[in-house]
Nanobody, 125 residues
C-alpha cells in the first residue's frame, strides 16, 4: 500500500492550504483514511478521518470547523482542506489508511496500518 501526501508549505496565520493524499484505487475504495500530524517532541496526533463512502468523518477538537476532509473518487485522492490556519497547526502532516474493510473511523494512530511520507506545514504568525 502506497500513500503519497503532498501540498504542504508555508503560510501566514489565517491562511489556507490543501493537502492531498493519493492512493491506489483499491486502497482508496476499501480503506478508512486519516490525517495525523506531528510536532517535535510530541506524539503523532489525530487530525481527521473519512470512511470509505465519504459520508462519515471525524475531526479532532482542535481543527473542527476549520479543516475539512474529503475524497475525490475520480483521482483516488483524499484531501485535507485547512482554513483559518494558526501557528499551532505547524507540523508534519501524514496520511494513513486502515486495513482494508475495517469500517470504524478510528482516531487512534495504532489502528492505521499504512502511512505515507509526511508533508511539512508551517504557519507563521
Amino acid at each position: 500500500v502506497q500513500l503519497q501526501a503532498s501540498g504542504g508549505g508555508q503560510v501566514e496565520a489565517g491562511g489556507s492550504l490543501r493537502l492531498s493524499c493519493s492512493a491506489s484505487r483499491r486502497t482508496f475504495s476499501s480503506a478508512v483514511m486519516g490525517w495525523f500530524r506531528r510536532t517535535p517532541g510530541k506524539e503523532r496526533e489525530f487530525v481527521a478521518a473519512i470512511n470509505r463512502s465519504g459520508v462519515r468523518k471525524e475531526y479532532s477538537d482542535s481543527v473542527k470547523g476549520r479543516f475539512t476532509v474529503s475524497k475525490d473518487y475520480a483521482r483516488s485522492t483524499v484531501y485535507l482542506q485547512m482554513t483559518s490556519l494558526k501557528p499551532e497547526d505547524t507540523a508534519v502532516y501524514y496520511c494513513a489508511a486502515r486495513p482494508a474493510y475495517e469500517t470504524y473511523v478510528s482516531t487512534s494512530r495504532a489502528q492505521y496500518a499504512y502511512w505515507g511520507q509526511g508533508t511539512q506545514v508551517t504557519v507563521s504568525s
